[in-house]
């Protein structure tokens, strides 16, 4: 659905302040149906510095002709003149915009009521606890903010015919070390203490709190003392500050009133949050509500054991991924981390494994922890907005957020939520875990660092260790007279989706395969790596024994965990004798084998029900003992059982029935091979609740019993 959309520029929007702006936005815009995204950078460093700020490219991801409106937090940022080149694209485009805490030439301005507020908290010092002894701590002498908090409180001294003392206001720089100076200055005895000390921001409050308590002046027996702003934390201090919220939420509301020319408020006339430092005393309910939102804000503090190994296994698991697919996957697994979000739209450049960001198309991929995720689409630059926004029934506030690691950026993510007020400290967490987990898969999955690793040695392959064709020619021609020929293995890989989404997905299996085939081996085999996916094996003696057992194993350990869309195939041939001759001979029979299985196979895919044939298929293999009966598989693909047959038979070349027995046997060869259970049991293992039954029907697919089986095939050997 297509409506009107409002940009946000911000900088940390997770930071209190700032969320108090955005609820204030979102609620005037959801009144008018609007949409609301916003365009944030994660840490916001307060220093010009490439490295530090190169999160800041999520800035780029703006364009004001996808907008009806453009709202800047200007107090957000350190310097404004980094976005001069985005302020002119916004008057190219001649977008209405408005700036919240600041002026920018051509825009509308809205400023807080920083001196009302002031002169209300001073009135309130003055008219309920008569106070007129009052020093005044606020910020930086050159900054407009410290004067305007200074001339609300001048305005209330007047008010009541109070003489104001300009000797009693300090400058500080609305930070902890101001408060904790004053307060050094009293303790010494260098400025006698005065009845109240009204701080300009909550943090200067804060540490003059603290430092005189430790000190053993009592708050506020000897000297009350006021914050403002309410950027939250009074829980974290000594005694409970007083203080008053600013108007952000409100200020957020007239800017979208500008925008949209509508008249939405709400009544947020009383914002005097009272606590210990003055004798009011602390509301039970307001602080409630405040440590509820600290626990929000700072979910790390407050978990129980539980979620905090939810958060911890979180990581562990990114980090184990091999793929961007599994990556996704454990994504999905954790969604529920991101609290109150709708969804998440992960957006990766194209090439985000590669060493240069291309910025011009991304693969995005949306999770909400609802369902499996399907596999990213890819999005032009032009279009991501769109394609984020269009589906959604009701409006929403979409948060840009960058995705990168030191200097190499990957992307954004785009979180979503249907409430105003979504969007808090745990996806800073979240983003940044992602963005580490998705530095080590690239590490793990650099083409460049594999190809140079596979030219170290021209003997041997540095991926599996096993020796090239070249070496492999030559030990076979040193062989003994108890070689007795070779076994080729070759996986084929034959879907043809090659883009970034499965880009050294190949790598992984290759790598698995080859670990699989050591183990089966004993130290008399040779094993080689004919090209990127054939592998061959010079055997010692029992070739036939070593043939069945890299056939079943590697039917579990491999093809039945990676089957999938369906990507791999895998052929094993064998033959007697071990020349050159031979070895060409097999080369050639294996490819062949494999490469018509291929073909088949890709020209399968136009098939209606294709794909939930390949998930049906899927599960018959990963767990044969519990697959659905003919009746059940049809009705779970809404297709008559006639139908089902048919058209499972022409994708796989073989009946589904057919296919589950097969599979259930090829199960039990691996446990035959692989432990020591009793044939009871195996049958049990295997779907069967009768071991007659299970044993004849062994026979009929495999030619001999399952004791015969074990007999001839399976003896122990190590590491399986």
Same mark, same amino acid.
């Given at each position: 659905?297509?409506?009107?959309?409002?940009?946000?520029?911000?900088?940390?929007?997770?930071?209190?302040?700032?969320?108090?702006?955005?609820?204030?936005? =979102?609620?005037?815009?959801?009144?008018?149906?609007?949409?609301?995204?916003?365009?944030?950078?994660?840490?916001?460093?307060?220093?010009?510095?490439?490295?530090?700020? %190169? @999160?800041?490219?999520?800035?780029?991801?703006?364009?004001?002709?996808? %907008?009806?409106?453009?709202?800047?937090?200007? @107090?957000?940022?350190?310097?404004? #003149?980094?976005?001069?080149?985005?302020?002119?694209?916004?008057?190219? =485009?001649?977008?209405?915009?408005?700036?919240?805490?600041?002026?920018?030439?051509? %825009?509308?301005?809205?400023?807080?009521?920083?001196?009302?507020?002031?002169?209300?908290?001073?009135?309130?010092?003055? &008219?309920?606890?008569?106070?007129?002894?009052?020093?005044?701590?606020?910020?930086?002498?050159?900054?407009?903010?410290?004067?305007?908090?200074?001339?609300?409180?001048?305005?209330?001294?007047?008010?009541?015919?109070?003489?104001?003392?300009?000797?009693?206001?300090?400058?500080?720089?609305?930070?902890?070390?101001?408060?904790?100076?004053?307060?050094?200055?009293?303790?010494?005895?260098?400025?006698?203490?005065?009845?109240?000390?009204?701080?300009?921001?909550?943090?200067?409050?804060?540490?003059?709190?603290?430092?005189?308590?430790?000190?053993?002046?009592?708050?506020?027996?000897?000297?009350?003392?006021?914050?403002?702003?309410?950027?939250?934390?009074?829980?974290?201090?000594?005694?409970?500050?007083?203080?008053?919220?600013?108007?952000?939420?409100?200020?957020?509301?007239?800017?979208?009133?500008?925008?949209?020319?509508?008249?939405?408020?709400?009544?947020?006339?009383?914002?005097?949050?009272?606590?210990?430092?003055? #004798?009011?005393?602390?509301?039970?309910? @307001?602080?409630?509500?405040?440590?509820?939102? $600290?626990?929000?804000?700072?979910?790390?503090?407050?978990?129980?054991?539980?979620?905090?190994?939810?958060?911890?296994?979180?990581?562990?698991?990114?980090?184990?991924?091999? &793929?961007?697919?599994?990556?996704?996957?454990?994504?999905?697994?954790?969604?529920?981390?991101?609290?109150?979000?709708?969804?998440?739209?992960?957006?990766?450049?194209?090439?985000?494994?590669?060493?240069?960001?291309?910025?011009?198309? *991304?693969?995005?991929?949306?999770?909400?922890?609802?369902?499996?995720?399907?596999?990213?689409?890819?999005?032009?630059?032009?279009?991501?907005?769109?394609?984020?926004?269009?589906?959604?029934?009701?409006?929403?506030? *979409?948060?840009?957020?960058?995705?990168?690691?030191?200097?190499?950026?990957?992307?954004?993510?785009?979180?979503?939520?249907?409430?105003?007020?979504?969007?808090?400290?745990?996806?800073?967490?979240?983003?940044?875990?992602?963005?580490?987990?998705?530095?080590?898969?690239?590490?793990?999955?650099?083409?460049? !660092?594999?190809?140079?690793?596979?030219?170290?040695?021209?003997?041997?392959?540095?991926?599996?260790?096993?020796?090239?064709?070249?070496? %492999?020619?030559?030990?076979?021609? $040193?062989?003994?007279?108890?070689?007795?020929?070779?076994?080729?293995?070759?996986?084929?890989?034959?879907?043809?989706?090659?883009?970034?989404? @499965?880009?050294?997905?190949?790598?992984?299996?290759?790598? +698995?395969?080859?670990?699989?085939?050591?183990?089966?081996? &004993?130290?008399?085999?040779?094993?080689?790596?004919?090209?990127?996916?054939?592998?061959?094996?010079?055997?010692?003696?029992?070739?036939?024994?070593?043939?069945?057992?890299?056939?079943?194993?590697?039917?579990?350990?491999?093809?039945?965990?990676?089957?999938?869309? /369906?990507?791999?195939?895998?052929?094993?041939?064998?033959?007697?004798?071990?020349?050159?001759?031979?070895?060409?001979?097999?080369?050639?029979?294996?490819? +062949?084998?494999?490469?018509?299985?291929?073909?088949?196979?890709?020209?399968?895919?136009?098939?209606?029900?294709?794909?939930?044939?390949?998930?049906?298929?899927?599960?018959?293999?990963?767990?044969?003992?519990?697959?659905?009966?003919?009746?059940?598989? +049809?009705?779970?693909?809404?297709?008559?059982?006639?139908?089902?047959?048919?058209?499972?038979?022409?994708?796989?070349?073989?009946?589904?029935?057919?296919?589950?027995?097969?599979?259930?046997?090829?199960?039990?060869?691996?446990?035959?091979?692989?432990?020591?259970?009793?044939? !009871?049991?195996?049958?049990?293992?295997?779907?069967?609740?009768?071991?007659?039954?299970?044993?004849?029907?062994?026979?009929?697919?495999?030619?001999?019993?399952?004791?015969? *089986?074990?007999?001839?095939?399976?003896? /122990?050997?190590?590491?399986?």
């Amino acid at each position: 659905m297509l409506r009107k959309k409002i940009a946000v520029i911000t900088a940390r929007a997770d930071d209190r302040i700032q969320k108090d702006i955005l609820l204030g936005i =979102a609620e005037a815009a959801f009144s008018e149906n609007v949409d609301v995204v916003v365009f944030s950078n994660i840490h916001n460093h307060w220093i010009k510095d490439n490295v530090l700020n %190169f @999160e800041n490219i999520i800035y780029d991801f703006f364009d004001p002709s996808d %907008f009806d409106g453009v709202i800047i937090t200007a @107090e957000a940022f350190m310097d404004l #003149s980094m976005f001069s080149d985005i302020f002119e694209k916004i008057r190219e =485009a001649k977008k209405p915009a408005a700036v919240i805490g600041g002026e920018i030439e051509g %825009f509308h301005s809205l400023f807080f009521d920083d001196d009302d507020d002031m002169e209300k908290l001073c009135e309130h010092l003055i &008219t309920i606890h008569n106070i007129t002894d009052i020093h005044i701590l606020t910020g930086p002498k050159e900054n407009i903010f410290s004067h305007r908090r200074v001339r609300g409180c001048k305005r209330a001294f007047e008010k009541h015919g109070i003489p104001f003392d300009e000797n009693k206001v300090f400058f500080g720089d609305f930070w902890y070390d101001s408060g904790e100076s004053l307060a050094n200055r009293y303790i010494s005895g260098e400025l006698s203490l005065p009845q109240a000390v009204m701080c300009a921001n909550d943090c200067m409050a804060y540490q003059l709190c603290d430092t005189l308590s430790v000190a053993g002046i009592r708050i506020p027996e000897d000297v009350t003392v006021t914050g403002y702003d309410y950027t939250g934390g009074r829980i974290y201090h000594y005694p409970v500050l007083t203080t008053f919220r600013g108007g952000r939420r409100t200020i957020g509301i007239k800017a979208v009133n500008y925008l949209l020319s509508s008249n939405y408020t709400i009544d947020d006339s009383n914002r005097f949050v009272s606590g210990s430092t003055c #004798s009011c005393g602390t509301n039970p309910s @307001e602080l409630y509500d405040e440590i509820y939102l $600290e626990r929000i804000d700072h979910p790390n503090m407050f978990l129980s054991s539980i979620a905090q190994f939810c958060v911890a296994q979180f990581s562990v698991d990114l980090t184990l991924c091999r &793929t961007l697919r599994e990556y996704i996957e454990a994504l999905n697994n954790y969604f529920y981390l991101l609290h109150g979000a709708s969804s998440l739209y992960l957006c990766l450049d194209k090439d985000w494994n590669s060493s240069e960001y291309a910025g011009d198309a *991304y693969l995005c991929c949306e999770i909400n922890g609802m369902k499996t995720p399907g596999e990213p689409i890819m999005v032009s630059k032009g279009t991501l907005l769109s394609a984020i926004t269009q589906s959604r029934q009701k409006p929403a506030v *979409y948060y840009f957020s960058p995705v990168y690691f030191q200097t190499r950026f990957y992307g954004c993510a785009v979180s979503a939520y249907e409430t105003p007020d979504g969007y808090d400290f745990s996806f800073r967490n979240w983003n940044q875990t992602i963005s580490n987990a998705l530095e080590f898969l690239r590490l793990k999955n650099d083409n460049h !660092y594999l190809s140079l690793c596979q030219r170290t040695s021209s003997l041997y392959d540095a991926l599996t260790g096993f020796c090239k064709i070249t070496e %492999f020619r030559r030990s076979a021609e $040193e062989s003994d007279s108890k070689k007795t020929g070779i076994i080729a293995i070759k996986v084929n890989f034959c879907s043809d989706k090659e883009y970034s989404f @499965e880009r050294n997905y190949q790598s992984d299996i290759i790598s +698995s395969f080859a670990q699989t085939i050591k183990q089966i081996c &004993t130290d008399k085999e040779i094993c080689c790596r004919a090209d990127n996916n054939l592998f061959l094996i010079l055997c010692h003696e029992k070739r036939e024994i070593l043939s069945e057992r890299i056939n079943v194993i590697l039917h579990r350990n491999i093809y039945a965990k990676y089957y999938e869309n /369906p990507s791999l195939i895998i052929s094993v041939e064998d033959c007697e004798g071990y020349s050159s001759k031979d070895i060409d001979n097999i080369i050639s029979k294996t490819e +062949s084998s494999s490469g018509q299985t291929a073909f088949l196979l890709k020209n399968r895919e136009p098939v209606t029900q294709f794909n939930n044939l390949l998930e049906l298929r899927k599960e018959v293999i990963t767990n044969p003992q519990a697959s659905p009966d003919t009746d059940s598989a +049809s009705r779970k693909l809404c297709i008559s059982i006639g139908y089902f047959r048919s058209v499972y038979k022409k994708c796989f070349g073989v009946s589904y029935v057919q296919d589950c027995i097969n599979e259930k046997i090829m199960l039990a060869r691996y446990l035959l091979c692989t432990t020591v259970m009793s044939i !009871y049991t195996i049958a049990v293992q295997c779907g069967y609740t009768s071991e007659k039954y299970f044993a004849r029907q062994f026979k009929q697919t495999v030619g001999m019993s399952p004791i015969q *089986y074990r007999k001839r095939y399976c003896a /122990p050997f190590n590491h399986v």
